[in-house]
């Protein structure tokens, strides 16, 4: 069965792929513009989107809504991490941790999945602190401020792969393989 990615994001993209590949996964890419709901919730925001897109399209699909919570900030950005990202930008984020000594930050991704029969949602969370520079390496998004906890390297300074193990993303997406595999094997059973 193949299950549609809906993203504007190739960075998500690109990383969401390589654990499908890894799972045994079928999932194609699209840039199919999804609807996006305004909440504080990135699953509620994941939730609806794949069940309107599913709505339209009429295809497995997942989409994902992912933010990242800054502690000194009061959790901010959060889910308005892309309009965040296109307006003050890593520079602005840093100015306003200026002078704070709790550097603590989360990242979450919720990954809704539709299939016409559910809707469901898997999340992940990586802990870790905003860097007091932005570094250098892959350019996606906050990963280049990012520290993920136990390491010394930012996410943009770590390859896919290595990123890959142990981020938000991956933590949601190893449920969702889960998921499918177990229902997979419940159909054949029945069969
Ligand atoms: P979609 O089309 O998939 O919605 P998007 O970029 O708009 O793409 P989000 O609404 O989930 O996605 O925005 C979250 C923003 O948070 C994203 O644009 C990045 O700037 C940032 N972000 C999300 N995941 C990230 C990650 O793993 N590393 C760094 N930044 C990330």
Do not use: C
């Not at 950005?77 to 930008?89: D, E, L, M, Q, R």
């Not at 100015?95 to 990242?107: C, Q, S, T, V």
């Not at 350019?139 to 990012?146: K, T």
Request: charged share 25%; proline share 3%; aromatic share 10%.
């Amino acid at each position: 069965m193949q299950i549609l990615f809906l993203s504007s994001n190739r960075h998500k993209a690109e990383e969401i792929i390589g654990m499908s590949k890894a799972f045994g996964i079928d999932l194609k890419w699209s840039r199919y513009e999804k609807l996006e709901i305004q909440s504080g919730d990135t699953s509620e925001v994941a939730r609806t989107s794949a069940a309107l897109a599913y709505a339209a399209l009429r295809k497995p699909l997942i989409v994902e809504d992912s933010g990242l919570f800054i502690d000194a900030l009061k959790g901010f950005p959060g889910p308005y991490a892309s309009f965040v990202y296109h307006t003050i930008g890593l520079e602005g984020i840093l100015a306003l941790l200026d002078g704070k000594r709790d550097r603590g930050a989360h990242f979450k991704t919720s990954i809704g999945y539709a299939d016409g029969s559910s809707t469901r949602i898997f999340e992940g969370i990586v802990h870790g602190s905003i860097s007091d520079r932005v570094h250098r390496g892959r350019a996606f998004g906050y990963d280049p401020i990012f520290v993920p906890s136990g390491s010394k390297k930012t996410f943009s300074e770590m390859g896919v792969l290595e990123k890959n193990k142990i981020s938000h993303r991956m933590r949601a997406f190893e449920q969702l393989a889960e998921y499918l595999i177990k229902n997979n094997a419940k159909e054949k059973v029945i069969k």
